[in-house]
Structures are given as C-alpha cells and as structure tokens.
C-alpha cells in the first residue's frame, strides 16, 4: 500500500505532459491570489545531466507585473532604458507569458493584438 508521499510523486507536476503543465500555469496565472501576489507561472526546459525536462517556474515581483501588464497591452516603456534593452525585456516576458497559458488561451492574446 502507498503512502501520500509517494502517490504526490507519481503524481507530480514535473511528470506532467507539456500541455498538462501549461493548462495548470494558466489556471493559477488566472487566480486573484496570483494576480495580488505578483506571480506569472509557466512552463520551462531545463538542461539537467540526464537530459531535457520541463519544469513549472514563477516569475515574482516586478516581472510577474510587468508580464501580466503586457497581456493588457500596458506595458510602458521603463524610464532610462535604452530601446533595445526594452525590446529584449518584452521579448523575453512574451516567451515567459507564451509558456504560462495554453495554446488557445494564446492565440486569443495574440489575436486581440495584446502581444
């Protein structure tokens, strides 16, 4: 008979398909408390010595507000910041932003011309 401890390993995020992972990231990424705790969840892929996996990682703080800015399409450009390291920012929040909601959930952002 298996414990909790072990059935949660079995089950764990990290053994998820792909697209498992990203439809958990968007359903948190959708919560008030991820909103007010400045979180933005998604999906990466880690280069570990057994090979490739993917891993569900959080940007906090400032990123999370500036990636959930971007998916209204308000996100100015930060005073000082030279153009083309803004453009490398937003680069980079939209690649963070496209691996933290599903593929339909992305193509409604990206048809709104939100990103």
Not at 22 to 44: F, G, H, I, K, T
């Amino acid at each position: 008979m298996s414990d909790a401890a072990d059935d949660w390993l079995a089950n764990a995020p990290g053994r998820w398909p792909f697209e498992d992972m990203l439809a958990w990231c968007e359903n948190n990424n959708s919560l008030p408390v991820s909103r007010e705790m400045e979180r933005w969840y998604y999906v990466d892929t880690v280069d570990l010595p057994t090979g490739r996996t993917n891993e569900i990682k959080v940007l906090e703080g400032v990123d999370a507000a500036a990636a959930r800015k971007l998916t209204r399409g308000e996100l100015g450009d930060f005073a000082g910041w030279p153009e083309e390291r803004m453009k490398g920012y937003r680069s980079w929040l939209r690649s963070c932003i496209r691996r933290g909601v599903t593929n339909a959930r992305y193509a409604q952002m990206t048809q709104g011309g939100l990103l």
